[in-house]
């Protein structure tokens, strides 16, 4: 074995401790490196930022497919579409309404004692004690006709029924001053003309509201809380609701395009840019769009137009009945209560109903052969009737179908809100297990509770009273619905007179010659 020497084992370690340095030092220079690039940049960053681990692993989006895409750029297409044909057609009202108010600076002083020094004569028209206001508010309206300068448009009357002055704005800027041509509070509808001698201004397309259905694609054009010129989209929810503010007689289309205060008057448009509607109203809980907006359908305004136009007013046909869309208890009690129709509760003396032969108690079924499924559908056929023109109803009575003949006459107002003409001048119920509760009545009695008597009617005259029972009509006794009123139809003329009980006691009214 070849012995080293001690000078020769020194310089290898010398030898080793050297490489180990160098390999520490580039084991340092290369963690340096990873923790700061600026180490081999000579301390100047590059200007772009180093990626991170998630940007430098880029992952690309699925394209849209090219069959979705022009599917949606069609449908974007036809809504851009039915926006540009309807919205120059859509005007904004705004509307200033003059109120009037009693005022005085010595108001709240007791001048009961003494009497006013402002109004001596005690006079209550005293201009004195009057002070005018002036309130403003918005609607929307959409252009339906042009006849040489004069644009008309339809709104609703309770956007303009008090308006002292109206201002139409349209779609293209321009504005003008409106005059109420005519209006209708039973149909919320109203006529607006304005002039300008500009013949490019647009006028809508009239649809046909007959052939909505539910899940029909529609849009809502209007100027929602100030908002001009706004269009929202949705579907028909349904149609022919009834009901409404303030006795509506319209069946009205239900949708849930978005609809808030500002968009009455406006168009419910159909996807080829028609109107099918006027906006008119929503049932909300908050006041805002809550998915439940109603417009009136366009074909129960058609025949106004020119009507409000030649008349400034709907002349509406009139038979003179009171109508009751009765529950099924009374149609049971009368054996009716499988067919659709109108009872008529009572009828006005005098009136086409009367001298064509309608009797209080008589179940509407069909109007010229064409079958009755409302109430609300009877009121709406009947005022669509001319004046003079004579009509067909079928009725049910005493169990027996009738026809019977009547000619219509023009609505009265006056005459309508006069009790006085209405016979009998009640509204009759047979007595069942609910009403003896209700009005704790002995369980063996029968006969027909009296309630609703109205002032000055018939009734009233007679001496009835609501809570009374009927139990005889000219001494023939009646314990049901069907029986009174097949007893008041047996008394063809002369005196009709009841007996009734009253609170135990038995007596008779005053009689009442037909």
Known sequence: MKKISKGASVQKRKIIFIVSCILFCFLLAVCAVAKDPEVLT????????????????????????????????????????VASTVLPTVATLDVVETHTIESSPMDGFPWFFFGRPDNKNGDENDSRNKREYETEGMGSGVIIRR?????????????????????VKLYSGQEFSGNVVGGDERKDIALVSFESNDNSIPVAKMGDSDLVQSGDIVFAVGSPLGYVSSLTQGVVSAVGRNGGPNGNINDFIQTDAAINQGNSGGPLVNIYGEVIGINSWIASYSGGSQGLGFSIPINNVKNAVDEFISDGKLNYGWLGVQLLDA???????????KITGALA???????????????PGDYVTALNGEPVKSVNQLVRDVGELRSGETVEFTVIRNGKTVKLSVKIDTRDEKYVS????????????????????????????????????????????MGLMSG???????????????????????????????TVIREGHELSTIRYRR
Do not use: C
Not at 419 to 427: A, D, I, R, T, V
Not at 481 to 491: D, I, K, N, P, T
């Open 345 to 359: 509760a009572q009828v006005f003396i005098g009136s086409p109903a009367d001298k064509g032969g309608i009797l």
């Open 468 to 498: 009374d029972i009927i139990v005889k009509v000219n001494d023939t006794k009646v314990s049901t619905l069907s029986e009174f009123y097949a007893g008041m139809a047996a008394v063809k003329s002369g005196d009709i007179w009841f």
């Open 42 to 81: 000579g301390g100047v960053r590059d200007s772009q930022p180093v990626a991170t681990t998630a940007e430098r692993i880029q992952v690309s989006a699925p394209a849209v497919p090219v069959e979705s895409r022009n599917f949606l750029e069609s449908l974007q297409t036809a809504n851009r579409a």
């Open 418 to 461: 006069d009790s006085s003409n209405l016979w009998p001048g009640f509204l009759p119920y047979e007595i069942d297990d609910d009403l003896r509760k209700r009005f704790d009545i002995d369980k063996n009695q029968k006969g027909v509770l009296v309630t609703n008597v109205m002032a000055k009617s018939p009734a009233a005259v």
């Open 327 to 337: 529950d099924k208890s009374i149609l049971k009690t009368m054996g009716v209560e």
């Open 147 to 167: 006849s040489g300068n004069t644009y008309y448009l339809l709104t609703n009357y309770h956007v303009v029924k008090n308006a002292n002055k109206i201002r």
